[in-house]
């Protein structure tokens, strides 16, 4: 059973990194894998300051922004934990890199080396999409969709197995509905 688990992983990472192999296609994946990083934070930040505006022009203005701010909290301290987590895993485990695996796998960037399970920004991606799901179920779809994205971009990257982005996923959320039950 578990050789049958470990061939599965193995094919589905080669399937998902063989995607990337289109020299067309390398600038895109760096994007989603790497670069969009940084939007999706900021646009999180973006969506914080909105939702603290749209407190402000409510009738219940103190309670609205008492809230928001609450909910802010929540979600650093989700983030924060979660990531806390995935960091001791990481340097309890010391998990090789695919391209340090296979010597073959030559990834579309290089980043880090013997900390790969779990993923870190799997990890804080869906601590940050579960927790403002929680709190706001439209906006955070598309983070959730963000966090698939970004987690899966960096397989087809060659940087992460499956295993890591599903441990980090896993992870993130089950911190982030713990602090969301623990804060109500």
Not at 34 to 59: G, H, I, K, Q
Not at 88 to 115: C, E, M, W
């Amino acid at each position: 059973m578990i050789q049958y688990l470990v061939q599965l992983h193995e094919k589905l990472f080669f399937s998902l990194f063989h995607i990337g192999r289109n020299p067309r296609f390398h600038t895109t994946i760096i994007f989603i894998a790497d670069t969009m990083v940084y939007p999706v934070l900021l646009l999180a930040v973006f969506s914080f300051f909105y939702f603290l505006w749209r407190a402000y022009e409510s009738y219940n203005f103190i309670t609205r922004i008492q809230k928001a701010i609450y909910e802010g909290f929540a979600i650093f301290f989700s983030i924060t934990v979660a990531w806390g987590v995935s960091y001791i895993i990481k340097i309890t485990v010391k998990s090789a890199r695919p391209f340090l695996r296979y010597p073959n796998i030559q990834p579309l960037f290089i980043h880090g080396g013997y900390d790969s399970f779990p993923s870190g920004h799997a990890t804080l991606f869906m601590a940050l999409a579960t927790m403002i799901f929680l709190y706001h179920r439209k906006v955070g779809i598309l983070f959730i969709l963000f966090a698939i994205l970004i987690s899966i971009g960096r397989v087809i990257a060659g940087v992460h197995f499956p295993i890591d982005i599903i441990t980090g996923w896993i992870i993130g959320g089950i911190v982030s509905f713990v602090v969301y039950r623990g804060m109500k």
